[in-house]
């Protein structure tokens, strides 16, 4: 083999493994501040459970891809068939008896900020662990609040 061929495959197989590399990095790091279309709403304090989010944005969010990953009706249908994950027909009710303790609002909150934390029987945990990072509170609650609408 000549010196030149065997320079190229060394750099080919240096590029082939830094782009595996990079493809193998954890969700743990945390995404850029992602833009988004929908008008920016009021901020409210993160901290209050009691406010309510805006389910009209929060249908423009469910429709939109965060943080690089698809969106949420690329895996979840509005009605109740299957497509990845489980239909968000009738969720509010389904997620209100989920977990002993917690509302429908507590549930999906923390189904979307750490999407393992409640998997559906019959279903693997393949959400994306990103949201949390990707959406502010607002956009969570509005998130929410379309979902309870279904």
Same mark, same amino acid.
């Given at each position: +083999? $000549?010196?030149?061929l &065997?320079?190229? #495959?060394r !750099?080919? /197989?240096?590029l082939?493994?830094?782009l595996a590399?990079?493809?193998c990095?954890?969700t743990?790091?945390?995404s *850029?501040?992602r %833009? =988004?279309s929908?008008p *920016?709403?009021? #901020?409210?304090d993160a901290?209050s @459970? =009691? @406010?309510?989010?805006d389910?009209?944005? /929060?249908?423009?969010? !469910? =429709?939109e891809?965060? /943080?690089?990953? *698809? $969106?949420?009706?690329?895996c979840?249908?509005?009605?109740s068939?299957? &497509?990845? /994950?489980p239909? +968000?027909?009738?969720i509010g009710?389904?997620?209100?008896?989920r977990v002993?303790? %917690?509302t429908?609002?507590?549930?999906l909150h =923390? $189904?979307?900020v750490?999407?393992?934390?409640f998997?559906?029987?019959?279903? %693997?945990?393949? +959400?994306? @662990?990103? !949201?949390? #990072?990707?959406?502010n509170?607002?956009?969570?609650?509005d998130?929410?609040?379309y979902?309870?609408?279904?």
């Amino acid at each position: +083999m $000549s010196l030149r061929l &065997i320079e190229w #495959q060394r !750099f080919a /197989g240096v590029l082939i493994l830094s782009l595996a590399l990079a493809a193998c990095a954890t969700t743990e790091q945390r995404s *850029p501040a992602r %833009q =988004t279309s929908v008008p *920016p709403t009021a #901020q409210p304090d993160a901290s209050s @459970d =009691t @406010d309510a989010g805006d389910a009209a944005r /929060g249908e423009q969010l !469910f =429709t939109e891809s965060v /943080g690089g990953m *698809p $969106s949420c009706s690329t895996c979840h249908a509005l009605d109740s068939s299957q &497509i990845i /994950g489980p239909g +968000m027909a009738g969720i509010g009710e389904r997620a209100g008896s989920r977990v002993e303790g %917690q509302t429908a609002a507590e549930y999906l909150h =923390t $189904s979307i900020v750490d999407s393992g934390e409640f998997v559906v029987e019959g279903y %693997q945990n393949v +959400m994306p @662990d990103v !949201f949390e #990072q990707s959406l502010n509170e607002a956009e969570i609650r509005d998130l929410v609040a379309y979902l309870l609408s279904l």
